[in-house]
């Protein structure tokens, strides 16, 4: 039917046919049935499909014009908004579509509020609206985020699953899990190029770029699924997250370029036309960065690694959307050209399966195997060599990056209160003290130099004293802190180190501290050891008013931290709230990183089953629209 509407479009557009007027409608008569019957048996003749068909098509044409018309009439008269709603529940099975009306300056929590009251739904929570690619956001107004009269909308509908759990509820679940990863200290999760080497950004950027491709992770889990409405709202997500970087740098990284491709590809699983422009504006981004990125027709990247290399499945996949678009627009020849692309690629990259199950008898993961076969042409024996290898490069590069990585975390935790203002490189500040400069000096040259490497050097070696006057006087740890610290159950030199680093702020000191813990059993001893002391000063505080209020945690240290008083009993509970939210972090990381293989280059590995589904049932398509 879609095929059917596509060409009668071009054909009225190409007559100048306007089945709102006369002759083929009349006001207050209506559809003339006589003028539509002529019209449909020229163009069924023109076009190959019957005039039953044919004169269907166009009274749907008609109706929906009928209703543009009169939206447009009433946007006119009245201000009141028509929006097109193509509604998909969360199993991306069925699709429904109705007529929503808000006015444009109505917030988007009421657009939302009317679509589920059409849908009978209790919860406006469970609906949310797409535009033009975009979420609707609900506390702002559709105007000021673009939306128009007659505009078309995909509404995804989240109602529980069979675990009684809700889309929307999973979706703020990842995303707090995600933020809680991602501003952790602990660093869950770094930035790698493909080789394994760290990747320091400035921690705007960093975070930004962080939280974008964490949420993409979860999406791409979401697809393998097969959820692909939860992907779609995942990936929106992470483009928002991303636009936050830096365009320039955005534009030198494939990483968005296939959130792009994936955001489209959930489109076209959802069955979804609707958002056929954002779909050609993202496939445009996409091959624009890949062609940046890999050379023009990716002649550079065919030259290193060969036509079979596993980047190519991207590109397949690219080419094949670039082809249903083209399709879906009537622009069959180059239709035609971009599937015949996508088939010959699809060719060259098909695995042998005897080959693949005898990979995972060996003992590897199926993914990795699948990348290895195409990089080696479908040879076991080279196959299993690229995965070794592959491994040894990672291991080395990130064994060679641990000082940095270590280094950075440092940095992060002396700047825990400004922002990221006064952001340092750590690879500059480690190549550097390599030159046997001093930290402090080096660290106070990148600050004045804004990580310019070269006259940071300079002002290192020729005007050291000037740059040691600016450092900030050195404070030794404050005794009676020291000893509140030490009662806290924290030893003795981290305890000084932390009071030095944050010059003795004490609750910049207890931040440091439980951020410095190595492991999850640490971080259980300090809530079970603040349990007990925030326990005993319970009893303390119902005991006798005329007994002494002092109770004390045992410990191993020689000092010990009384609780009988109020301010202790409050500093106790707050290292007690911070342990506790330290310790969700890695429960946190555990939720997030269920469902993500522990393969790197994941992202590659396409097994192209649907790919050549949808390959076989477009080009079947063409073949009828050619014969």
């Avoid at 050891?529 to 002092?550: E, L, Q, V």
Wanted: overall charge negative.
């Amino acid at each position: 039917m879609e095929n059917k509407l596509i060409q009668l479009r071009i054909r009225l557009q190409e007559r100048g046919v306007k089945l709102w007027e006369s002759p083929y409608y009349v006001e207050d008569l209506g559809s003339s049935d006589s003028a539509v019957e002529l019209l449909a048996q020229e163009l069924s003749r023109e076009l190959h499909i019957s005039v039953v068909s044919c004169k269907n098509s166009l009274l749907e044409l008609q109706e929906h014009s009928l209703r543009k018309l009169a939206a447009r009439r009433e946007f006119d008269d009245t201000g009141l908004a028509t929006f097109h709603v193509r509604c998909v529940d969360n199993q991306g099975g069925t699709a429904h579509t109705l007529e929503v009306k808000c006015a444009l300056g109505e917030l988007g929590a009421n657009l939302q509020r009317k679509v589920a009251d059409e849908l009978q739904l209790s919860e406006a929570d469970h609906v949310k609206c797409i535009s033009a690619g975009r979420m609707v956001v609900s506390q702002a107004t559709l105007q000021s985020q673009g939306l128009k009269n007659n505009q078309q909308l995909l509404v995804i509908v989240g109602q529980p699953d069979s675990r009684g759990e809700a889309l929307y509820e999973r979706i703020r679940q990842i995303q707090r899990d995600v933020e809680v990863v991602v501003d952790s200290d602990h660093r869950f999760v770094d930035l790698e190029d493909q080789d394994g080497n760290v990747m320091f950004l400035p921690p705007h950027e960093n975070r930004a770029l962080l939280m974008g491709m964490s949420l993409g992770e979860k999406a791409r889990a979401a697809m393998r699924r097969g959820h692909y409405d939860e992907a779609l709202l995942l990936f929106l997500e992470a483009d928002e997250k991303l636009n936050n970087c830096d365009s320039k740098f955005l534009d030198y990284v494939d990483n968005y370029a296939l959130l792009n491709l994936d955001i489209v590809w959930c489109y076209l699983c959802l069955k979804n036309i609707t958002q056929l422009p954002d779909a050609q504006r993202r496939l445009d981004v996409c091959e624009r960065i890949l062609q940046r990125s890999y050379g023009e027709n990716f002649s550079r990247l065919y030259a290193l690694k060969g036509s079979s290399c596993p980047e190519r499945a991207l590109i397949m996949r690219l080419q094949l959307l670039q082809g249903i678009i083209l399709f879906h627009q009537n622009q069959r020849v180059e239709a035609r050209a971009r599937l015949d692309a996508a088939g010959a690629a699809l060719a060259e990259l098909k695995v042998n399966s005897e080959q693949l199950e005898l990979l995972v008898e060996m003992g590897f993961d199926a993914s990795a195997a699948r990348l290895a076969l195409r990089s080696s042409n479908g040879n076991v024996e080279q196959a299993v060599q690229f995965i070794q290898q592959r491994r040894q490069r990672l291991q080395a590069a990130r064994a060679n990056s641990d000082s940095e990585r270590q280094l950075s975390r440092r940095l992060a935790q002396m700047q825990l209160d400004n922002d990221g203002r006064d952001w340092v490189h750590p690879r500059s500040v480690c190549r550097l003290m390599d030159l046997g400069f001093e930290q402090q000096l080096v660290v106070e040259a990148l600050h004045r130099t804004e990580n310019d490497l070269a006259r940071s050097l300079e002002l290192l070696q020729y005007h050291s004293s000037e740059l040691r006057q600016g450092l900030p006087d050195s404070q030794a740890a404050d005794e009676q802190m020291l000893g509140t610290l030490r009662g806290l159950g924290f030893k003795l030199p981290a305890a000084r180190a932390a009071l030095e680093i944050t010059c003795n702020n004490l609750d910049r000191a207890i931040d440091f501290l439980l951020k410095s813990l190595a492991t999850e059993e640490e971080l259980n001893s300090v809530v079970e050891r603040m349990s007990a002391t925030a326990a005993a000063a319970g009893a303390a505080s119902t005991s006798s008013s005329n007994s002494p209020a002092s109770s004390v945690l045992p410990n191993s240290s020689s000092e010990q931290l009384s609780v009988g008083t109020p301010s202790k009993v409050a500093l106790v509970k707050s290292v007690l709230n911070k342990a506790k939210a330290e310790l969700e972090t890695y429960r946190a990381y555990r939720r997030f990183n269920e469902d993500i293989p522990d393969v790197d280059q994941d992202y590659l590995d396409l097994p192209l089953e649907q790919e050549e589904q949808l390959l076989n049932e477009y080009t079947q398509l063409l073949e009828h629209y050619e014969g």
